[in-house]
């Protein structure tokens, strides 16, 4: 199992530019998520979905669209990129429980480092 | 304003020794925590977690205490071995008010243990 992969690793963006950020989990979770993490902070919840076809914002959504056509991958896209945009980007999964909601514990990838120039 | 702190931005402990790292939270309603490691240029892996109607969970060398009266908990690692060092991350979950289905986890900034040999 690869577990939860992005790609790419590293990106460099000019302002107004626009990218997709791709993850994708072969481990058949249900629920993904997109966070950020900038300097002194934490990671902060952009968008996530709790099932293919849907998605939702999180806390911090402005400036990020997000989609989930395949219940394996969840994209993060970016229309028009802002030098603030730059940080690290993780994109986490995780199951659903015997309650009907999602495990806290969550899988994280490798992270994608883009950069607003 | 943040909900879950990390008041120690780093700590540096000698090899076999205790190292003992501290989070904050606000919000009562947090009922599961959760302790994240994270290494340079890999994403978060999960360490250790507790629910808010216990004290205390062991997991071989690592022991997460919780004092819900303070609103404070701890990770204990016993002993310190080299490979520890990493960033470690504290983290909060409830149910958020608006999608009982969705389990919103709220991150610290993070604390650098470096265990020197």
């Known amino acids: 199992n690869a577990g939860v992969t992005q790609t790419p690793k590293f990106r460099v963006l000019k302002t107004g530019q626009s990218m997709t950020l791709l993850c994708a989990q072969d481990?058949?979770?249900?629920?993904m998520y997109w966070y950020r993490q900038d300097p002194g902070m934490g990671l902060r919840l952009i968008h996530y979905?709790?099932?293919?076809?849907?998605?939702a914002k999180g806390e911090v959504p402005d400036g990020y669209n997000v989609s989930r056509l395949k219940k394996q991958n969840f994209l993060l896209g970016l229309e028009s990129a802002a030098p603030s945009q730059t940080s690290v980007y993780f994109c986490a999964s995780t199951d659903e429980g015997t309650s009907g909601r999602a495990l806290d514990t969550q899988y994280f990838g490798p992270g994608t480092r883009l950069t607003v120039l | 304003d943040q909900q879950v702190k990390q008041n120690s931005p780093s700590l540096s402990v000698q090899e076999g020794r205790i190292s003992i790292l501290n989070c904050d939270y606000t919000?009562?309603?947090?009922?599961?925590f959760l302790w994240y490691k994270k290494y340079p240029a890999e994403g978060p892996t999960f360490l250790i977690s507790?629910?808010?109607?216990?004290d205390k969970n062991e997991d071989g060398r690592f022991t997460v205490f919780l004092n819900k009266s303070a609103k404070h908990l701890s990770l204990h690692i016993v002993p310190s071995q080299p490979g520890d060092s990493a960033v470690y991350f504290c983290?909060?979950?409830?149910?958020?008010?608006?999608?009982?289905?969705?389990?919103?986890?709220?991150f610290g900034s993070g604390t650098r243990l470096q265990v020197q040999p």
């Open positions: 481990m058949n979770h249900e629920y």
């Open positions: 983290a909060a979950s409830l149910t958020h008010y608006l999608d009982t289905g969705r389990r919103a986890l709220t």
């Open positions: 979905s709790v099932g293919e076809g849907t998605t």
């Open positions: 919000n009562s309603m947090f009922d599961y």
């Open positions: 507790i629910s808010s109607i216990k």
